[in-house]
């Protein structure tokens, strides 16, 4: 069967090699042999410390960083500030030797956007948000994300009003970034939410507008957000279906800029009370990790556990890796039929595959 117990012995060369792979772009000879002599707790250990980006990036011909600065000095295209941007976090991935940049990749990949945007300080502000939260609360990343400018113009949230509501958001929230469709059982009804239950959330989703201010920023994370215009917020009541419990909660509608907030906390905290979307950031998390197939011994000894605590910690990343990559079953030391699919069996990214590449021949990106 699966085990998620830790395994407690020495990594030794093959194993470590096996955790740096998976955790980091930078399976270097020197990191392998020092990990080798490491257990799995000592390694997370080292390789959860986190250490955030110092740098910004530069624009050449300047020298100087312009993502302080709005807007950007004249002259310059926002494609060409774009790409240094994206030229950035590619060079502080080549360097990190812990889990953080692997875990950036993870949330994009799931929070996704594409570089688009109406101004390239959008792109930075939200890959700034991605590593905030790379070992934080998935649950606090999903209420910061919804008044993000690049999400909010990359999935039609500042067409959501009152007057003119947009659904797309809310309904990529609920299907791709939290709790995920179920199987459809009826007309609208996808087990874990309904299309009722998307057009409520668009109304609590309503009335946040794209402004770039750097007078605007979320006092957690200092990162620039999104204003708030209640005027075009829905101020109806919002109920939902019991496919979030019973007795169908009811958000209450407001016309303030708190209230707006209040509506915004009770919606995120009502969709992550529900066991299912711990349960689909953990099929993410494993699939990212260990191997892209999910049987039922996988979703029984492995998904369930890491479930259970990922929710209790308040959806905490840290603590579903940690008991992920120190188990048993992510060594393939279990006695699983699939422990032979463990080891060696990722296809990697094209950007795994270059950046470990650059690491392992000691050869510095856009040298």
């Known amino acids: 069967m699966s085990d998620i117990s830790a395994f407690t012995g020495v990594l030794g ?10 955790a980091t772009f930078s399976p270097t000879k020197p990191l392998i042999d020092e990990f080798a002599l490491k257990t799995p707790e000592e390694a997370l ?64 990949q799931n929070w996704m956007v594409n570089k688009e945007a109406i101004a390239s300080h959008n792109l930075y502000d ?26 909010l113009t990359y999935l039609n949230g500042s067409q959501n009003t009152k007057a003119n509501p947009n659904e797309n958001y809310a309904r990529e929230f609920l299907e791709l970034f939290t709790i995920g469709k179920g199987p459809q059982t009826a007309e609208g009804n996808y087990t874990n939410y309904t299309e009722d239950d998307i057009k409520a959330a668009a109304k609590v989703l309503s009335g946040y507008q794209y402004e770039l ?9 200092g990162i620039r957000y999104c ?18 419990g019973p007795g ?10 708190e209230g707006m907030e209040t509506e915004l906390g009770q919606f995120v905290n009502m969709v992550f009370d529900q066991q299912e979307t711990a349960r689909n950031i953990c099929r993410k998390l ?5 191997h892209r197939t999910i049987n039922e011994e ?56 270059i950046l470990q590449a650059l690491n392992f021949f000691n050869i510095l990106p856009f040298d």
């Open 13 to 22: 060369k093959k194993l470590a090699a096996h955790l740096l792979r998976r």
């Open 45 to 108: 250990s080292q390789l959860l410390k986190f250490y955030p980006i110092t740098n910004k990036p530069i624009e050449p011909s300047l020298n100087d960083t312009w993502v302080d600065t709005i807007p950007a000095p004249s002259g310059f295209k926002e494609a060409d500030l774009r790409d240094y941007i994206v030229a950035w976090m590619i060079y502080n991935m080549h360097f990190d030797r812990s889990l953080r940049s692997k875990m950036i990749i993870f949330l994009h």
């Open 126 to 151: 939200y890959l700034k948000l991605l590593e905030f939260y790379s070992f934080g609360s998935y649950k606090t990343l999903a209420k910061k994300m919804c008044r993000d400018n690049r999400m």
């Open 213 to 221: 201010d750097n007078n605007k920023t979320d006092p957690d994370t």
């Open 227 to 244: 204003s708030v215009n209640p005027t075009k917020h829905s101020s109806a009541n919002k109920t939902f279906s019991s496919c979030f």
């Open 248 to 257: 169908n909660i009811t958000i209450k509608g407001t016309n303030t800029a």
């Open 286 to 290: 494993y699939r990212y990790f260990v």
């Open 298 to 353: 996988i979703e029984r000894d492995i998904i369930s556990p890491m479930a259970n605590a990922l929710k209790n910690d308040n959806y905490n990343l840290n603590t579903a890796i940690r008991l992920l990559l120190q188990s048993r079953h992510f060594y393939g030391l279990d006695s699983s039929p699939s422990n032979g699919n463990v080891i060696g069996a990722m296809v990697k990214s094209p950007l795994e595959l």
